[in-house]
């Protein structure tokens, strides 16, 4: 008897799209122009000091933590016996939904978007390193964003967790783009 078809994302509830989410994968960043000075972990960290963030803010699911046998690891990081970079192995090097508590996947999808709010707040803190891959895997990374990751989830619990963050300077900087030639 053959196996049936997986179901496509029309045949999926809200519930099990947003579960397969994936934001971000350390090999999408490793394939392609990644610096060949830089070894391939450096792909991960801007990641990892997410995923620490998130396990900071008790985003992580713990159903998934159990389920993945990554306590140790996660109990590691959030004690800072580990850096952020050490989670890379147990999450595949992903930040995908299912890892995620409902706020957490809400707040992630508002604002992780790639090019958007975590991608322009890490160049606005570590600059050209950024776009190099060449921030290190520390806590002092991590404790020079986190700051600026706890005002953004602030702003977006005040404006009602809405489903794209609102975002100081992106009207402006879509217009840039988007302003018709000669004007």
């Known amino acids: 008897m053959p196996l049936p078809e997986p179901p496509t994302t029309d045949e ?4 099990e799209a947003e579960a397969l ?3 971000d994968d350390w090999r999408w960043h490793v ?5 060949k000075d830089q070894p391939a972990e ?3 960290v801007h990641i990892g000091v997410f995923v620490t963030w998130l396990l900071d803010f008790g985003f992580v699911d713990s159903d998934w933590v159990a ?3 990554a306590e140790q690891v996660a109990s590691a990081v959030a004690e800072r016996r580990g850096t952020p970079g050490s989670l890379r192995d147990v999450t595949g090097g992903r930040l995908v939904g299912e890892m995620l508590t409902p706020e957490g ?3 992630t999808g508002a604002y992780y978007a790639p090019e958007y709010g975590y991608a322009r707040d890490w160049r ?3 600059g050209r390193r950024a776009d190099r891959y060449d921030v290190p895997d520390t806590w002092e990374t991590y404790d020079r964003i986190a700051p600026l990751l706890d005002q953004r989830h602030e702003a977006w619990v005040a404006a009602s967790q809405p489903e794209l963050m609102p975002l100081p300077g992106l009207p402006a900087m879509l217009l840039r783009f988007f302003r018709p030639k000669g004007h």
């Open 21 to 23: 989410a994936e934001y």
């Open 67 to 69: 389920r993945t046998g």
């Open 42 to 44: 450096q792909g991960y």
């Open 12 to 15: 999926l509830t809200p519930a």
């Open 124 to 126: 606005k803190v570590f």
């Open 105 to 107: 996947k809400a707040f």
């Open 31 to 35: 394939e392609g122009k990644f610096p």
